[in-house]
């Protein structure tokens, strides 16, 4: 039991991560959050059924963990705006470049904010490449289509905005 949590985090580890990330943006929180979420699959490893697969069961765990951990905060389980860094530009922009590119970013990501939390979830597990449509569609207990419905829909959105 304890060699299949060892491959499942060599497997799982990185996308357990990155979902993490997506959720909350701190790479701390999600470091914390995958460490506990592999703490907490191998107490319940005798309870996986198998209807899913494993990268789906581990990141509904990491999904409740990190839920609770906004409530425990008293927060809403959403990302700040101050969560998502801009990143440095290769070839350094000036000052005023660098501010419309944070104006625009800080839109986008209000936008996506306004998105319903699903919408929202999986706008960013897209845009960040942490997840493939299926993987989606398993996570929320829907179908590949599904996922890509919806992700569709709320680039619609965005778009409309």
């Not at 008293?74 to 000052?95: C, I, N, Q, R, T």
């Amino acid at each position: 039991m304890k060699k299949d949590i060892e491959q499942y985090y060599e497997k799982y580890g990185r996308k357990v991560y990155s979902y993490l990330l997506t959720l909350c943006g701190d790479p701390d929180i999600s470091q914390e959050l995958m460490q506990e979420t592999f703490v907490r699959a191998i107490a319940s490893l005798g309870r996986y059924k198998g209807d899913c697969s494993v990268c789906t069961w581990l990141c509904s765990i990491a999904k409740n963990l990190w839920r609770k951990e906004m409530r425990r905060r008293g927060l809403h389980p959403s990302a700040d705006e101050e969560d998502f860094p801009v990143e440095a530009d290769v070839f350094a922009p000036s000052p005023e470049e660098n501010a419309v590119q944070k104006d625009a970013k800080m839109f986008v990501l209000r936008q996506v904010h306004s998105l319903p939390e699903t919408e929202k979830e999986i706008v960013l597990l897209r845009a960040t490449g942490a997840m493939t449509f299926a993987e989606i569609g398993e996570l929320f207990g829907k179908t590949e289509n599904w996922a890509r419905v919806t992700f569709y829909r709320a680039k619609q959105k965005l778009r409309k905005e």
